[in-house]
C-alpha cells in the first residue's frame, strides 16, 4: 500500500512564475492536508480539503495561493507569481476520516520549493 | 486549538531513555495528545496518541496525568537513529478535521 506520494519533490522557479506541487493520498484517503514548513521551523497548516471540497483554508495566504482535490487525480497547490519568500518545503499529509480517534496524519515526503 | 510548550533541544547518549515533557495548559475536553517524529528532509511521522493515563507501542510511551495540563513522552534505549525533531500536538480531529498545529518540536541529538 503505497503511502501520500508527492511530487515534484524538488521544484526551482523564478519570482513570478508558477509552482503546481501535487499530492496523491494514500489509498482509501479522502481528507488532504497541506502543509509549509520554513527552514528551522516547525510546519504550519495551510488548508484542509475533502474529495471537491475546501473544509477550512484558514492558514493559505489570501493572495496567489489555491488548493484543490478534484474527484479524479490528486490534490493539487497552486502559488502563481512566486517570490523568493515562498521557498519552503510543503507537505502533504492525508487521512481516511475526522474524528477524535483519529489524530494520525500520514505525511509525504514533500516537495521543496526554491524561487530564485 | 490548544498550544504546547516543549523545550527547544535536547541532548542524550545511546543505550538511554530519553523523556519530553510537553504542557499544554489549555487542553479541551475533547482533545487527543499526539506525538510526531520528523527527520530531516522527510515528512513527519506518527509515534504515539493519547487522551489520558499512559500509552504503550512498539516505539515509545506517553505517561498523561489526570490534569492533563502536560504529557511525556519516553523513547527507551535511544539509538543514533532517533535523533530528530519531536512534535507534541493536540486537537480533536472534530469539525477542523485533523488539523494539527504543530509548534517549533523538541530537536533530539543522541550521541555515540
Known amino acids: 500500500n503505497a503511502g501520500v506520494m508527492q511530487n515534484p519533490r524538488h521544484l526551482v522557479r523564478r519570482r513570478g512564475q508558477e509552482a503546481r506541487l501535487r499530492c496523491s493520498p494514500m489509498?482509501?484517503?479522502?481528507?488532504v492536508y497541506w502543509y509549509r514548513q520554513l527552514p528551522e521551523e516547525g510546519l504550519k497548516f495551510m488548508v484542509y480539503l475533502q474529495k471537491e471540497n475546501i473544509i477550512d483554508e484558514s492558514g493559505m495566504p489570501k493572495e496567489r495561493f489555491s488548493a484543490e482535490f478534484p474527484k479524479e487525480g490528486p490534490s493539487i497547490l497552486r502559488i502563481q507569481q512566486v517570490v523568493r519568500g515562498d521557498s519552503a518545503a510543503y507537505f502533504c499529509?492525508?487521512?481516511?476520516?475526522?474524528?477524535?480517534?483519529?489524530?494520525?496524519?500520514?505525511f509525504g515526503e514533500g516537495s521543496r520549493l526554491t524561487v530564485l | 486549538l490548544a498550544k504546547t510548550t516543549q523545550p527547544i533541544s535536547m541532548d542524550s547518549y545511546e543505550g538511554q531513555e530519553v523523556n519530553i515533557t510537553c504542557s499544554h495548559n489549555?487542553?479541551?475536553?475533547?482533545?487527543?495528545i499526539t506525538w510526531y517524529q520528523q527527520f530531516p528532509s522527510q515528512g513527519p511521522r506518527f509515534i504515539i496518541q493519547g487522551y489520558k493515563t499512559k500509552v504503550t507501542n512498539e516505539v515509545a510511551s506517553l505517561f498523561i496525568p489526570a490534569d492533563r495540563k502536560s504529557s511525556t513522552l519516553s523513547l527507551p534505549r535511544v539509538s543514533l537513529s532517533d535523533t530528530a525533531v519531536y512534535y507534541c500536538l493536540v486537537g480533536d480531529g472534530g469539525a477542523a478535521g485533523n488539523k494539527l498545529t504543530f509548534g517549533g518540536g523538541t530537536r533530539v541529538l543522541v550521541k555515540p
Open positions: 489509498k482509501g484517503h479522502s481528507h
Open positions: 489549555n487542553i479541551a475536553t475533547n482533545d487527543y
Open positions: 499529509a492525508s487521512s481516511p476520516r475526522q474524528g477524535v480517534d483519529t489524530g494520525e496524519l500520514f
